[in-house]
């Protein structure tokens, strides 16, 4: 970012003066019965940078201050003479001796107002600061401000990302390192002590204390009040991001994941490519709808592996400024199912994409937190490609006994028929007619639970939404109401159990069976016991 050096002149004179056509930004508000003023020559530095003759000098307005009062304002002027325009602020009127004057500056050309400025002068009364070759720096930087939520257990996690172009210290950021806070960093190697999540602080044990935040990366944030991080210096303007793909010998699902920041004060996109940002409860991470938060932090995946064509493949992350995002930011043919507990905030969500989106895999920043994903060629995942005929198995699992509900959104208009299935209870759900299906769940429940149909005919076996006995363990998992018949495969009687819900019973020995469930319906499974 260029340093500015600026000067503005107050009075004509005989030193060739060249005057901005601007409009005044800030109205000129000297107090005629405040007589008492002195005079200030000036010079100008933008986040360390001084404007030349050859810059667009005339477009820079100065403001100068008492308080929270303007006193009056000019434009850059340049003496042929000189090397750099300047500025002479004469009068400044003040009220007392001692009085503080502060300093602004507007630049005309793209509209910004520079609020924060190093320098300011305190007024002695007699005492004018008009030497032309001592002139009074004043030094403008950029300011990028970030509120952020109290943490609480319920929430109060931010992914953030720097907006500076140098690597910058967390204790120069105001207000990041005040009263408890956390600030991570992730590695997805695990490097020398197999912790992906690393935390800075400003305290004795740091995993870094040499660690800066470095443009274009994310972190992870949180504070036990509510601060607002305020990063000033020259701003970002490099908006690619290189992806990197590390070994880690104890967390394998870990690599190839990489924690990228939006290191701009704009919303942004990255195309048609999927990635993980926190959710709106500020609780855990959630598949992105595409606008990317200012200064926001993302998950994105990289897979050297993946098939020419697919997004996944690229090693780089272009951010591209847009506008704020209406209520519904992806545009493009999509389904979505969003996971709720207790009837609390959005916990987790898996999205069948129709454009030309890549797929993701599935990622949890909490272990125990229960997941929806959709298994595919042995791995998780949180967004796949398909189309509006197919029939996808939905899993679930949850180390917590609760209440749960699924509810969908579509963005175009080619889906006419959404069901969702549930194997344990027999549950045909018509999505785009119900909206969303609550449930009961327990950990020891199967994990294959649902299926998504986007067509009426189906393209698997039916007989499986009847399934409802599993193998867990050294246990077979039964789930229904009525009387379990239990026959070999020759067809000879086992066992029977009456079921109440979910029960367990203990595992049969090795080979096949029928399970009969004789209640409202009769339901018929073929199970295999190893």
């Given at each position: 970012?260029?340093?500015?050096?600026?000067?503005?002149?107050?009075?004509?004179?005989?030193?060739?003066?060249?005057?901005?056509?601007?409009?005044?930004?800030?109205?000129?508000?000297?107090?005629?019965?405040?007589?008492?003023?002195?005079?200030?020559?000036?010079?100008?530095?933008?986040?360390?940078?001084?404007?030349?003759?050859?810059?667009?000098?005339e477009d820079y307005e100065i403001g100068f201050f008492v308080g929270d009062e303007c006193r009056g304002s000019d434009f850059l002027?340049?003496?042929?003479?000189?090397?750099?325009?300047?500025?002479?602020?004469?009068?400044?009127?003040?009220?007392?001796?001692?009085?503080?004057?502060?300093?602004?500056?507007?630049?005309?050309?793209?509209?910004?107002?520079?609020?924060?400025?190093?320098?300011?002068?305190?007024?002695?009364?007699?005492?004018?600061?008009?030497?032309?070759?001592?002139?009074?720096?004043?030094?403008?930087?950029?300011?990028?401000?970030?509120?952020?939520?109290?943490?609480?257990?319920?929430?109060?996690?931010?992914?953030?990302?720097?907006?500076?172009?140098?690597?910058?210290?967390?204790?120069?950021?105001?207000?990041?390192?005040?009263?408890?806070?956390?600030?991570?960093?992730?590695?997805?190697?695990?490097?020398?002590?197999?912790?992906?999540?690393?935390?800075?602080?400003?305290?004795?044990?740091?995993?870094?204390?040499?660690?800066?935040?470095?443009?274009?990366?994310?972190?992870?944030?949180?504070?036990?009040?509510?601060?607002?991080?305020?990063?000033?210096?020259?701003?970002?303007?490099?908006?690619?991001?290189?992806?990197?793909?590390?070994?880690?010998?104890?967390?394998?699902?870990?690599?190839?994941?990489?924690?990228?920041?939006?290191?701009?004060?704009?919303?942004?996109?990255?195309?048609?490519?999927?990635?993980?940002?926190?959710?709106?409860?500020?609780?855990?991470?959630?598949?992105?709808?595409?606008?990317?938060?200012?200064?926001?932090?993302?998950?994105?995946?990289?897979?050297?592996?993946?098939?020419?064509?697919?997004?996944?493949?690229?090693?780089?992350?272009?951010?591209?400024?847009?506008?704020?995002?209406?209520?519904?930011?992806?545009?493009?043919?999509?389904?979505?199912?969003?996971?709720?507990?207790?009837?609390?905030?959005?916990?987790d969500r898996v999205l069948v994409r129709f454009d030309e989106g890549g797929t993701l895999p599935k990622y949890s920043m909490r272990?125990?937190?229960?997941?929806?994903?959709?298994?595919?060629?042995?791995?998780?995942?949180?967004?796949?490609?398909?189309?509006?005929?197919?029939?996808?198995?939905?899993?679930?699992?949850?180390?917590?006994?609760?209440?749960?509900?699924?509810?969908?959104?579509?963005?175009?208009?080619?889906?006419?028929?959404?069901?969702?299935?549930?194997?344990?209870?027999?549950?045909?759900?018509?999505?785009?007619?119900?909206?969303?299906?609550?449930?009961?769940?327990?950990?020891?429940?199967?994990?294959?639970?649902?299926?998504?149909?986007?067509?009426?005919?189906?393209?698997?076996?039916?007989?499986?939404?009847?399934?409802?006995?599993?193998?867990?363990?050294?246990?077979?998992?039964?789930?229904?109401?009525?009387?379990?018949?239990?026959?070999?495969?020759?067809?000879r009687f086992v066992s029977s159990y009456e079921i109440n819900g979910v029960q367990t019973i203990h595992a049969l020995p090795m080979?096949?069976?029928?399970?009969?469930?004789?209640?409202?319906?009769?339901?018929?499974?073929?199970?295999?016991?190893?």
């Amino acid at each position: 970012m260029k340093k500015i050096v600026l000067t503005a002149i107050m009075s004509l004179g005989i030193f060739g003066l060249v005057f901005a056509e601007h409009t005044t930004h800030w109205p000129d508000k000297v107090i005629a019965d405040l007589e008492t003023h002195t005079d200030i020559y000036a010079v100008v530095a933008i986040d360390g940078v001084m404007i030349t003759p050859t810059d667009s000098y005339e477009d820079y307005e100065i403001g100068f201050f008492v308080g929270d009062e303007c006193r009056g304002s000019d434009f850059l002027a340049y003496y042929n003479d000189d090397p750099y325009p300047m500025t002479d602020f004469s009068p400044i009127y003040y009220t007392t001796a001692g009085s503080i004057v502060s300093f602004k500056l507007y630049d005309h050309n793209n509209g910004y107002e520079y609020t924060y400025c190093q320098s300011s002068v305190q007024v002695i009364t007699g005492e004018d600061y008009d030497d032309w070759d001592n002139p009074v720096i004043l030094r403008f930087s950029h300011t990028y401000d970030l509120p952020i939520t109290q943490y609480t257990p319920d929430g109060g996690w931010y992914l953030i990302a720097s907006p500076l172009a140098a690597a910058t210290s967390p204790n120069s950021v105001t207000n990041m390192t005040n009263d408890d806070f956390d600030l991570y960093y992730f590695d997805q190697t695990g490097g020398d002590n197999g912790k992906e999540w690393k935390n800075w602080k400003n305290v004795a044990g740091n995993d870094d204390p040499n660690f800066n935040l470095i443009s274009g990366q994310g972190y992870l944030y949180a504070n036990n009040t509510t601060p607002t991080l305020t990063f000033i210096g020259a701003p970002n303007e490099v908006n690619e991001v290189t992806l990197t793909r590390g070994t880690n010998n104890n967390h394998h699902d870990l690599e190839g994941w990489n924690l990228i920041g939006n290191s701009s004060d704009s919303y942004a996109t990255i195309g048609t490519r999927s990635y993980y940002c926190m959710n709106a409860a500020r609780t855990n991470i959630t598949v992105g709808d595409g606008t990317i938060e200012p200064m926001g932090g993302i998950f994105v995946y990289y897979n050297p592996d993946a098939e020419e064509g697919d997004p996944n493949k690229s090693d780089t992350v272009t951010f591209t400024k847009t506008a704020a995002p209406s209520k519904r930011t992806i545009e493009e043919d999509r389904v979505a199912l969003n996971l709720t507990r207790n009837n609390s905030d959005a916990i987790d969500r898996v999205l069948v994409r129709f454009d030309e989106g890549g797929t993701l895999p599935k990622y949890s920043m909490r272990d125990n937190e229960c997941v929806i994903y959709i298994p595919q060629a042995d791995r998780d995942y949180a967004v796949v490609k398909g189309s509006a005929t197919n029939v996808f198995p939905v899993n679930f699992k949850t180390e917590d006994f609760g209440t749960y509900t699924i509810s969908s959104d579509i963005a175009g208009d080619g889906v006419s028929y959404m069901h969702l299935i549930d194997k344990i209870t027999g549950e045909d759900v018509d999505m785009l007619l119900e909206g969303e299906y609550s449930f009961v769940a327990a950990p020891v429940d199967r994990e294959d639970r649902f299926i998504l149909r986007l067509n009426y005919s189906g393209y698997f076996d039916d007989n499986d939404v009847n399934n409802f006995a599993y193998q867990n363990g050294s246990d077979i998992v039964v789930c229904g109401e009525g009387t379990l018949q239990v026959f070999d495969v020759m067809g000879r009687f086992v066992s029977s159990y009456e079921i109440n819900g979910v029960q367990t019973i203990h595992a049969l020995p090795m080979g096949v069976y029928i399970f009969r469930m004789l209640g409202d319906d009769v339901k018929t499974q073929k199970i295999y016991v190893r």
